[in-house]
């Protein structure tokens, strides 16, 4: 009875301790549910403070608790495009805002597109007489660019510049198949398509290698003009043709070397920074500490200035991220996810459909799924638009199809079309370790497809023929959708990936314009004037759930600057975890495939790749998982 009073105490002690944890648990959540959402009460005469400390993206991506468990590292900031025009537009004409401030310390990048959107609504707060400040410990490529529509560039005395340009090396691993006798079958129709040859080559083909030659040099030059339009003072030329030289100049300082060449204006700390932001804004009255300054926070600014609802709705569906099957996102483009938006939609009076992609595509079953949703709505009798963001290639064109009108930037990437399935074999390997196959057959596809005894040639020539199939399905529609004959589409098909100015020349885009123009060009086709529409976003809500998650994941830890060598070393460790995206995409249960590998990685999953090492661990249980 001794022992079983001491259990019994000890049974009712973890009942004790377990009905305050959750009690605790509870009201922690509780307090966090009642804080959670910004209040516009946060507003403040001053600055409107821009802390991005993320990527700029066109959707989201909700946290995931539980892989932010496992990784061990806080999920990666992202801001929606749209979200930053809209809160940098409302403080050119907001009295209470009196300068723009960008902290750029934690930046890790955007695509061009978004970019030349955040860069030109920067510009129209200046343009309103109104200041544009920024600092950073080190500025990037797409740092750089933003800071050029900065009317005042800080950068720490201890940071620096450096500008390396588009493009870069891929991995490629036929070799190591080879030796892991692996058989990668490839079945794909279009000379330029390249999504392949990390599986079939050991170096870039000499067409992929003349696609992306006039791809990257077409952006290179786009990035090029917007800096040097928005920052004439910028010697491009010195750090671009003579990059060691314009280093070696001032003596290794990175600091001073980004100051000679103009693209910034101030050497500073964040103190100092701050000071002289006071000096504009006026002194905070709320905290003392050196360098503080009067701000309002980007969450209570899109707060207090709302998305207008008034008039007739334009619905606005978003396909961001790769195209696949299932209900994924937001974030990745789920094609059943995507397309019961659409659908749920219909009960709505929609003027008229814009549908925003910045995706290079992916399954194309899923991209056919939105494609047909887009449709049904078109069967309503109202204008459709599509209007392109960064990418919009391969399945990211597909469904542009139905569109009526197409827009684009002339930083845009699309086309590649053309399609390619890919499955793995592994009778040598099986082989080579003493293991083979034998059985009866009753005809050519008996026990096929079989992965470990081969395929045979007539299941080889089936797939290929299949393949050849889909490509005539996806010429068709953009024969249909751009009034071209088939043999004009596959001339600026077969895979080939193009810039938006080119594409525009081809046909294959309408006109240049952002979602400002795709909404004003639906609402003249709606006969709707100034103030007689608004913008609906589908699916645009985010949940309370995910806001708390996000305040008590991101945390303090990269508190401090990234100088230029951090930076260098941080973009780099994308490219090790890339390497399980790749082996992933071989062995993984894709099907047909419309996706374009020539297009530059997204900034978002880019830096999901590389964001950190700690999480390696969390990152191989999810690839052996898959």
Same mark, same amino acid.
């Given at each position: ?8 105490? !000890? ?32 507003? /403040?005469?001053?600055? !409107? ?56 310390? /934690? ?18 707060? /200046? ?75 050991? &170096? ?13 040099? $077409? ?9 040097? #339009? ?19 100049? +001032? ?14 204006? #101030? ?32 969450? *209570? ?62 399954? $194309? ?12 709505? #078109? ?38 079309? &053309? ?83 080119? +594409? ?9 314009? &952002? ?29 309370? *759930? ?71 661990? $969390? ?8």
């Amino acid at each position: 009875m001794h022992f079983a009073g001491k259990v019994w105490r !000890l049974l009712v002690g973890i009942k004790d301790g377990l009905v305050l944890l959750f009690m605790l648990l509870f009201f922690a959540l509780l307090f966090s549910i009642l804080s959670a959402r910004p209040s516009p009460a946060q507003v /403040r005469d001053g600055a !409107l403070l821009l802390e991005l400390d993320g990527v700029i993206v066109e959707e989201r991506t909700p946290v995931d608790p539980f892989a932010a468990l496992l990784s061990g590292t806080a999920p990666i900031g992202e801001y929606q495009s749209r979200d930053l025009v809209r809160a940098i537009d409302a403080a050119a004409k907001d009295k209470r805002i009196t300068a723009v401030v960008l902290d750029l310390d /934690r930046f890790l990048g955007a695509g061009q597109v978004h970019l030349a959107e955040v860069g030109e609504a920067l510009d129209r707060v /200046r343009a309103a007489d109104k200041p544009v400040l920024t600092y950073a410990t080190a500025y990037a490529d797409d740092g750089v660019f933003l800071a050029a529509h900065a009317s005042e560039v800080w950068v720490d005395p201890m940071g620096g510049a450096f500008v390396a340009g588009p493009g870069g090396n891929r991995l490629y691993f036929a070799g190591l198949l080879d030796k892991l006798k692996v058989n990668a079958r490839v079945y794909k129709v279009g000379t330029y398509k390249s999504a392949v040859e990390p599986f079939t080559e050991t &170096g870039m083909s000499d067409p992929a290698r003349e696609n992306a030659a006039a791809l990257y040099g $077409a952006l290179w030059e786009e990035w090029q003009a917007n800096v040097k #339009k928005a920052r004439p003072a910028a010697d491009l030329e010195l750090l671009i043709k003579d990059p060691v030289g314009w280093v070696e100049t +001032a003596n290794g300082d990175f600091a001073t070397a980004a100051r000679n060449a103009g693209l910034v204006d #101030k050497l500073g700390t964040r103190t100092q920074f701050g000071e002289r932001v006071a000096e504009i804004v006026g002194e905070d009255d709320w905290d003392d500490a050196p360098g503080a300054y009067p701000s309002t926070p980007l969450t *209570a600014w899109l707060e207090a200035n709302p998305w207008p609802t008034d008039g007739k709705k334009i619905g606005v569906v978003t396909i961001a991220g790769n195209i696949v099957d299932g209900d994924a996102g937001p974030g990745t483009a789920g094609g059943t996810r995507i397309a019961d938006l659409l659908d749920e939609a219909l009960d709505e009076e929609f003027a008229g459909l814009v549908v925003r992609v910045d995706s290079p595509g992916g399954s $194309a079953l899923a991209s056919e799924e939105i494609r047909n949703a887009i449709l049904r709505h #078109k069967a309503r009798d109202i204008p459709v638009a599509v209007s392109m963001a960064n990418v919009a290639a391969s399945g990211g064109y597909w469904v542009a199809t139905p569109a009526d009108r197409i827009f684009a930037e002339p930083e845009t990437i699309t086309g590649s079309i &053309g399609i390619f399935a890919m499955i793995p074999t592994f009778e040598d390997a099986a082989a080579s370790i003493g293991v083979t196959s034998d059985g009866v057959r009753t005809g050519p596809l008996s026990g096929q497809p079989d992965m470990i005894g081969g395929f045979t040639p007539e299941v080889d020539r089936i797939l290929q023929a299949s393949i050849e199939n889909g490509y005539r399905d996806f010429l068709s529609r953009v024969s249909k959708s751009r009034q071209m004959t088939m043999e004009q589409v596959d001339r600026v098909g077969q895979g080939r990936v193009w810039d938006g100015g080119t +594409a525009r020349q081809l046909r294959l885009v309408d006109e240049y314009g &952002g979602m400002e123009e795709a909404l004003a060009w639906v609402a003249g086709q709606a006969e709707l004037g100034e103030g007689e529409w608004s913008a609906a976003y589908l699916g645009d809500d985010a949940s309370t *759930a995910d806001t708390i998650l996000r305040q008590l994941l991101i945390g303090d830890e990269d508190a401090g600057g990234r100088d230029v060598f951090a930076r260098i070393a941080g973009d780099r460790q994308a490219l090790t975890l890339a390497m399980f995206a790749d082996a992933r995409r071989l062995l993984g249960s894709e099907g047909v495939q419309a996706y374009c590998l020539a297009c530059p990685t997204t900034q978002s999953a880019s830096v999901h790749q590389g964001r950190s090492l700690e999480g390696f661990l $969390a990152r191989m249980v999810s690839f052996f998982a898959d």
